[in-house]
């Protein structure tokens, strides 16, 4: 079974939170921590996030800010000793697909998710990913919007069926379980 994980859940459940917990208890085991952050400070309000998620941090916690090249930071950290924090999936995808000011890169995207989900087996470092659950809501209208609900839909899938421990954050509570076989979805 995986030693990876992959917390998921809506806005303010509590998965960054949680991923924190869980590195903070292999940090007291002696082990490392690195967080690869994927959020770009394009506005005032994500800049705003970006510091409150720095100044929260626990110490001794090392940084790689990774809005894009995510395998690269991913290859970077790999270490047995080193835990390995992702927050998180959606910004990456985001960064990808729906890029402020420039137009997104289908194919460069669809290059790196299939790098993650090749590497993602052979890390010695496990891996704790934080990802959105965003489809459990009313349709978007427009189809740029639909096309990225579904993607980090089957990104999330993907990398799930990769984790050892599936995390659902609901009101800050954790429900956590064993990944087990997927239907195709």
């Known amino acids: 079974m995986s030693a990876h994980d992959l917390i998921v859940g809506g806005q303010r459940s509590g998965k960054s939170r949680r991923a924190e917990s869980l590195a903070l208890r292999w940090q007291a085991g002696g082990g490392r921590v690195a967080v690869i952050a994927t959020a770009l400070a394009a506005d005032d309000e994500m800049r705003a996030r970006i510091a409150h998620h720095r100044a929260a941090r626990p ?7 990774a809005p894009l090249a995510l395998c690269a930071a991913l290859q970077q950290a790999d270490d047995a000793g ?43 470092s496990p891996v704790v990913f934080v990802s959105n659950e965003v489809g459990w ?4 209208l427009g189809r740029e919007v639909r096309g990225f609900v579904d993607e980090l839909g089957r990104l999330n ?27 195709d979805a």
Do not use: H, K
């Not at 899938?157 to 509570?173: E, F, I, K, W, Y």
């Open 137 to 140: 809501g009313v349709s978007p």
């Open 82 to 124: 080193t835990l390995v924090v992702v927050d998180c999936l959606t910004l990456w995808l985001t960064n990808w697909l729906m890029p402020m000011g420039t137009a997104p890169d289908a194919a460069g995207w669809a290059a790196e998710r299939a790098a993650l989900l090749g590497l993602l087996p052979r890390l010695a």
């Open 59 to 65: 110490v001794g916690f090392e940084t790689v800010e």
């Open 157 to 183: 899938q993907d990398v799930a069926r990769l984790c050892g421990r599936l995390t659902l954050m609901v009101a800050g509570q954790a429900w956590t379980r064993p990944v087990e076989d997927a239907c």
